[in-house]
């Protein structure tokens, strides 16, 4: 079966740094993609791995751990704006992109 | 540039009413076209996906229909909603060689009452 774990929800401040995590069990993969989603929103592109180690995109990097199943999002220098939903979401056989059920992140001031 | 759009933007229907979702895409062609739904407290759910005109496959088994009669126009579509089909509805597109990033339409809001 397909299956995408991810924390519901992670709070931080202002300034700081916060790892999302996410796993993975499915039956194949082609790549494993970060979107994030503002409340009432539709998702937007973040990042994209498809080979294990770090892709870094200024204040935002992934990771990707194929043996292992695993993925992070790494957010640095926190802003309020960064309060949003964080999807991973994996190619499995190819039919299109399997969605985990998003981690809510709260940054305060 | 590439732009998919989706309409409308809300809607308030009641049960056992139809519905139609239009989605467009511009700047591409022969696109792969997806309809998502994300209900409150669930992941984004795969409904359907099309590869080309007239190819239409389903993901889930439900009261809805798809159906892409233009090249780059995907329409969602139902002939008496449920309650249970209240939810936030997305469009996405992706280039014709798949396994690539998808990107989403502003989506639709069904509220079924």
């Known amino acids: 079966g397909q299956n995408i774990d991810q924390p519901t929800e992670m709070t931080a401040t202002e300034g700081a740094i916060v790892q999302i995590n996410c796993t993975y069990q499915t039956s194949g993969f082609n790549g494993l993609f970060w979107y994030q989603q503002h409340a009432g929103e539709a998702p937007t592109f973040l990042s994209y791995?498809?080979?294990?180690g770090l892709e870094e995109k200024g204040r935002f990097s992934s990771f990707l751990s194929r043996s292992k199943g695993y993925s992070y999002l790494l957010l640095k220098e926190l802003q309020m704006k960064d309060s949003a939903s964080y999807l991973c979401?994996?190619?499995?056989?190819?039919?299109?992109?399997?969605f985990g059920k998003g981690t809510t992140l709260s940054v305060s001031s | 540039s590439q732009t998919i759009h989706q309409w409308p933007a809300t809607l308030v229907q009641p049960v056992g009413s139809p519905l139609s979702l239009e989605c467009t895409v511009e700047g591409t062609s022969n696109p792969n076209l997806y309809w998502y739904r994300q209900a409150a407290g669930r992941g984004l759910q795969l409904l359907f996906y099309?590869?080309?005109?007239?190819?239409i496959s389903s993901e889930v088994p439900q009261n809805l229909s798809a159906s892409r009669p233009q090249d780059r126009q995907f329409i969602l579509s139902s002939k008496k909603l449920l309650l249970s089909d209240s939810g936030f509805y997305l469009c996405?597109?992706?280039?014709?060689?798949?396994?690539?990033?998808?990107?989403f339409g502003e989506g639709s809001w069904l509220t079924v009452v």
């Open positions: 099309s590869v080309g005109i007239g190819q």
């Open positions: 791995n498809v080979l294990d």
């Open positions: 979401a994996v190619w499995d056989t190819g039919t299109a992109l399997i």
């Open positions: 996405a597109w992706n280039s014709g060689q798949g396994l690539n990033t998808i990107y």
